[in-house]
């Protein structure tokens, strides 16, 4: 998809903008606290209904006004499509496509898949695994049109079993069928999801191989996906729950002996047909683990172990990155990991990503920031960039990039 049009009205200190698009490179230019990052705010809001700046989420109407608004049109699959949001001081938000109210605002996110690219960007590879998991959750929600209902369903399994281990007589817990039921649900669900991520980050790894190759980046990267759990291969080669000693990660079982079936077993409503395999035994593994772990959970008071769980380590030549790596050289991998997402989205899905690179010129070299651009260039992704000065527009190939200026909230025509 792509965003053709932009109208914004009273986010933080614009007033009333209108911005024209191109679908390759936008440069956004102006001195500090012109409405720069307030744009990419905007274009923000309207995919997800929300910035990814911190702080409240009313700071995000202009002083004085009662709500403010994001207007664009988008063309997906050579649709147009004209997509709103508005947001009250109340917090009451809306989002219209077409004209026509949106019940699910995920449905107003998989038509605008927008990614930041910022200054903290780099707490991909530098923080714990929340926003790696995070990560790697927008990739299988834009690529596998189940995960959304999927997900809905693993979270719902999970808060009843949660419940459950805050609510229930600890004498009772061994014998509980409810404990039952919803572990059940849990070990289904862990195991879809599971194989939906597994299947996504097959196609990943090697795009952000070609992605690393392309930039010269120094070091050898490997992404390592751990399920959220343990499981063993007892002496039939049957997976039982375990935790230590001959622990394998679900994941090492070669193709084949997962007991992953290419044929549907599942249908839930809300796919609207679309099915996801069912690896059985994993599923049956991961039921008989929930069961061992409910007096662990029950004094920890939540489900320690899950789909919820997941994690992805970033190794560099075999050590963990973020010790490794220097701080531009995690930059620049935070970075490339993110576009290699948009890359892979628009090779499997034919769909193509907004990118939001806020104030590029701070985080990267002269001969890196000219690798990305190069990159989000190639890689069939719509990208609105910010920076100081012009001089960044110098870094994008020839006649990919347009430059707009921004003063007081004001944006001058295009040049
Ligand atoms: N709710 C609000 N109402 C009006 N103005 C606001 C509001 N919130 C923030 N501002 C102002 O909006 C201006 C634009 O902020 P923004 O962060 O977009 O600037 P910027 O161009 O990205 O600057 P920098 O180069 O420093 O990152 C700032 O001067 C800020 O004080
Ligand atoms: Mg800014």
């Not at 109210?101 to 780099?122: C, D, I, K």
């Not at 929340?130 to 693993?154: C, I, Q, S, T």
């Not at 600890?170 to 669900?189: K, M, N, T, Y």
């Not at 390592?224 to 090492?252: F, I, L």
Request: aromatic share 6%; net charge neutral.
């Amino acid at each position: 998809m792509t965003l053709e049009r932009l109208q914004i009205a009273n986010v933080r200190n614009l007033e009333r903008v209108e911005l024209d698009l191109t679908d390759r490179g936008n440069l956004l230019v102006g001195a500090n606290g012109s409405g720069k990052t307030s744009v990419l705010e905007a274009v923000h809001l309207l995919s997800m209904g929300r910035s990814f700046r911190p702080g409240r989420a009313s700071g995000l109407i202009r002083y004085g006004a009662s709500e403010c608004t994001v207007f664009g049109v988008a063309r997906v699959d050579g649709f147009q499509y004209s997509i709103g949001f508005t947001r009250g001081r109340d917090g009451a938000r809306e989002f219209r496509v077409n004209g026509e109210s949106q019940r699910l605002a995920s449905e107003v996110a998989r038509l605008l898949p927008v990614q930041v690219l910022g200054p903290r960007t780099v707490d991909l590879i530098q923080e714990g695994p929340d926003l790696r998991r995070r990560f790697l959750n927008w990739g299988v929600f834009h690529v596998k049109p189940a995960f959304r209902a999927e997900w809905a369903a693993a979270e719902r399994s999970l808060r009843s079993r949660n419940r459950l281990l805050r609510e229930i007589d600890g004498a009772r817990i061994a014998d509980s069928a409810e404990f039952a039921s919803w572990e059940w649900q849990l070990a289904q669900h862990s195991a879809r999801l599971d194989a939906m991520r597994r299947d996504y980050l097959r196609g990943f790894q090697p795009v952000l191989d070609r992605i690393l190759v392309d930039l010269q980046f120094p070091t050898t990267i490997s992404i390592e996906y751990h399920p959220g759990w343990t499981v063993e291969v007892d002496e039939a080669g049957t997976m039982v729950p375990g935790g230590v000693g001959r622990a394998v990660d679900a994941a090492a079982a070669p193709e084949g002996e997962t007991g992953l079936s290419d044929t549907p077993d599942y249908r839930d409503p809300d796919t609207r047909g679309r099915t996801v395999p069912l690896d059985g035994r994993l599923a049956e593994a991961l039921t008989r683990l929930f069961a061992d772990c409910r007096g662990a959970d029950l004094q920890r008071g939540y489900t320690t172990m899950g789909y919820h769980r997941a994690e992805l380590r970033v190794r560099a030549d075999g050590h963990p990155a973020a010790d490794y790596l220097s701080r531009g050289q995690m930059k620049v991998l935070a970075w490339a990991m993110m576009v290699a997402q948009g890359q892979l989205l628009h090779e499997v899905a034919g769909r193509s990503s907004i990118y939001l690179a806020d104030e590029m010129g701070a985080e990267l070299d002269e001969s890196n920031i000219r690798g990305i651009c190069h990159l989000l260039t190639q890689a069939n992704v719509q990208c609105i960039a910010t920076g100081l000065d012009g001089g960044l527009a110098r870094s994008w190939p020839e006649g990919s990039i347009r430059t707009c200026h921004i003063e007081g909230g004001i944006i001058s025509p295009s040049r």
